[in-house]
T-cell receptor, first 111, second 113 residues
């Protein structure tokens, strides 16, 4: 089945530690995205990538980093510089600006 | 800056009532517009989209939306809602040729049986 896989579904980390969220797609989509979903704030764009080895900051990129070494993979690192990292993170992909497909999400809790 | 606004944060309706959820966008150039829905515990999924042509677009499950360029709006409508329409609805936009996809803050819809 084609789709987007995010792992893990739940993640706990201690304050001050970096953590990497995985996102893999087998849809052959060129563009991939990371969003953060908080209650009442909708989906806020962290980073997006339109092509391999290229990515752009979204609206809330501070404290996050990404890489796009392969078309299928777009991992997100939440660094210790992110002031409020506890959130629900969604990965998505599109092809040619058409329908976006979403992963199941990763709920990150920093304690 | 490009943005999408949804002013209805939580809407509560009885079954069979008509629905209209507002969406306004702030984009220059040619805009692509979308409505996504997130049912409880499920992935976001596409309801409908507008790229060009007929400004009235029809989507799945009886939803439709109208693109009004002069008002920068893309409101979602359904003539008669069902309890199963209880979900969170998100409007989204991108510019033609640029794949940056921006979402609104969402509207939580609760249907009372």
């Amino acid at each position: 089945d084609g789709g987007i896989t995010q792992s893990p579904k739940y993640l706990f980390r201690k304050e001050g530690q970096n953590v990497t969220l995985s996102c893999e797609q087998n849809l052959n989509h060129d563009a991939m995205y990371w969003y953060r979903q908080d209650p009442g704030q909708g989906l806020r764009l962290i980073y997006y990538s339109q092509i391999v080895n290229d990515f752009q900051k979204g609206d809330i990129a501070e404290g996050y980093s990404v890489s796009r070494e392969k078309k299928e993979s777009f991992p997100l690192t939440v660094t210790s510089a992110q002031k409020n990292p506890t959130a629900f993170y969604l990965c998505a992909s599109t092809r040619g600006g058409f329908e976006a497909f979403f992963g199941q999400g990763t709920r990150l809790t920093v304690v | 800056a490009q943005s999408v606004s949804q002013h209805n944060h939580h809407v509560i309706l009885s079954e069979a009532a008509s629905l209209e959820l507002g969406c306004n966008y702030s984009y220059g150039g040619t805009v692509n517009l979308f409505w996504y829905v997130q049912y409880p515990g499920q992935h976001l999924q596409l309801l409908l989209k507008y790229f060009s042509g007929d400004p009235l677009v029809k989507g799945i499950k009886g939803f439709e939306a109208e693109f009004i360029k002069s008002k920068f709006s893309f409101n979602l409508r359904k003539p008669s809602v069902q309890w199963s329409d209880t979900a969170e609805y998100f409007c989204a936009a991108s510019n033609f040729g640029n794949e940056k996809l921006t979402f609104g803050t969402g509207t939580r819809l609760t249907i009372i049986p």
